[in-house]
Nanobody
C-alpha cells in the first residue's frame, strides 16, 4: 500500500512558476514508478509526466515538455513537479499516482494509488 498527499498548488499568473510535492507513505514507494496527472473541469484526467522508480527515466506529455520537470527523492519518499512558464490552460486539479508495476506509463489504469489532488489555477 502507498498513501499519497499532494501539496503546493495555488494561484499564479501566466508565465509564473509553481512547485508541487507529493509525499508518500508505505514501504513500496522506492520501488514504485510515479506519475502526475491533471483534470480540468468537464475534461478527462490527462497524463502529465511519469518517472521510473530510480528517477533515471522520465516521460512528459507534449503539452508540458520543456516547461515541467518531474523528480523524486526516494530518501524523503517524495516526488516533485516543477512547473515553469505556466499558462491558463494548465489550470486543473493535479494528482500524483503510484504504480506497483515495474514500469512507468502514460496510462491511468497502470497506476494503483492516487492522491487527493491539489488545485492549480493560472490567471491570464
Amino acid at each position: 500500500q502507498v498513501q499519497l498527499v499532494e501539496s503546493g498548488g495555488g494561484l499564479v499568473q501566466a508565465g509564473g512558476s509553481l512547485s508541487l510535492s507529493c509525499a508518500a507513505s508505505g514501504r513500496t514507494f522506492s520501488s514504485s514508478a510515479m506519475g502526475w496527472f491533471r483534470q480540468a473541469p468537464g475534461k478527462e484526467r490527462e497524463f502529465i509526466a511519469a518517472i521510473s522508480w530510480s528517477g533515471g527515466n522520465t516521460l512528459y506529455a507534449d503539452s508540458v515538455k520543456g516547461r515541467f520537470t518531474f523528480s523524486r527523492d526516494n530518501a524523503k519518499n517524495t516526488v516533485y513537479l516543477q512547473m515553469n512558464s505556466l499558462k491558463p490552460e494548465d489550470t486543473a486539479v493535479y494528482y500524483c499516482a503510484a504504480s506497483g508495476r515495474g514500469y512507468y506509463s502514460r496510462k491511468k489504469d497502470d497506476y494503483d494509488y492516487w492522491g487527493q489532488g491539489t488545485q492549480v489555477t493560472v490567471s491570464s
